[in-house]
């Protein structure tokens, strides 16, 4: 049975721009008194609205998939005596306007790290990006040759912090590169970069085709920045059902060896 008023509630929530769940809970709040009510009703609304801001930052930020700092295994990170794992998951590096370079081999965390961070920073309602670089290069590049560039921009910038995963594992198109790093340079202490890559800074002109403006992007990306190291193994490789049968037949001859 509809509690008395409810609709006439809703509908002046909607006249106010407030949510239907607060008139849902008018039934069920309780006060000592009429402020006390009043006082609680409005409350839980603003937390409704918090967790759904974060729940949309969350969802437009583009993380391949969600993950959680309880499934990071810290222990095999070699991090720098000012970066702790506490220090990433409080958002200091953000706070003090660090950026974050991680550097290893594939499959070994970089992905799931900065996804983590990046939740983090979405649950304390700061806007992030997540990219694939080549993608993003792309996406550039298509954007300039459409001339809709300024508009993507505009829109990118509304994010804090910009994710760049991947890095330097393609080679990218040319025209996308200078334009990411003409944004790149446009953002310098203005936003913070995590930066995901497998290749020493040495080997950056590999994918960024000009010593010069390769030189200027790794200087301004480790200006101020946490450089967190990588340097185990490939971790879904060593997860994986193919590496639980190659232990099995591994182990299966080595018996074979041992009755020989």
């Not at 990006?129 to 560039?149: I, S």
Request: aromatic share 10%.
């Amino acid at each position: 049975m509809r509690a008395p008023f409810q609709e006439e509630i809703a509908k002046c929530c909607r006249q106010l721009r407030l949510s239907a769940n607060l008139a849902e809970r008018s039934s069920t709040t309780q006060g000592g008194s009429n402020q006390e009510y009043l006082y609680q009703l409005l409350r839980d609304e603003i937390e409704y609205r918090r967790k759904q801001r974060i729940s949309k930052l969350i969802r437009t930020a583009g993380f391949p998939r969600p993950y959680d700092f309880s499934q990071f295994r810290a222990g095999e990170v070699e991090f720098q005596s000012d970066c702790s794992i506490e220090s990433l998951q409080g958002c200091g590096f953000q706070q003090k306007g660090l950026n974050i370079i991680m550097y290893g081999g594939t499959g070994t965390g970089k992905t799931m790290l900065s996804t983590c961070i990046g939740i983090k920073l979405c649950e304390r309602e700061i806007p992030v990006r997540f990219f694939r670089t080549a993608a993003l290069v792309n996406l550039l590049a298509e954007h300039k040759a459409a001339g809709t560039l300024t508009k993507f921009l505009k829109k990118l910038n509304k994010a804090q912090v910009l994710i760049l995963d991947e890095f330097g594992y393609v080679p990218y198109d040319r025209m996308g590169t200078q334009l990411l790093f003409d944004y790149l340079s446009d953002i310098h202490e203005k936003k913070q970069v995590i930066l995901n890559t497998n290749l020493e800074f040495s080997r950056w002109v590999n994918v960024l085709y000009d010593e010069q403006m390769t030189s200027a992007l790794i200087g301004r990306l480790t200006h101020h920045c946490h450089l967190i190291l990588f340097p185990g193994g490939n971790n879904r490789l060593r997860e994986s059902s193919l590496n639980e049968t190659y232990r099995s037949i591994a182990a299966r001859a080595d018996e074979g060896g041992n009755h020989d």
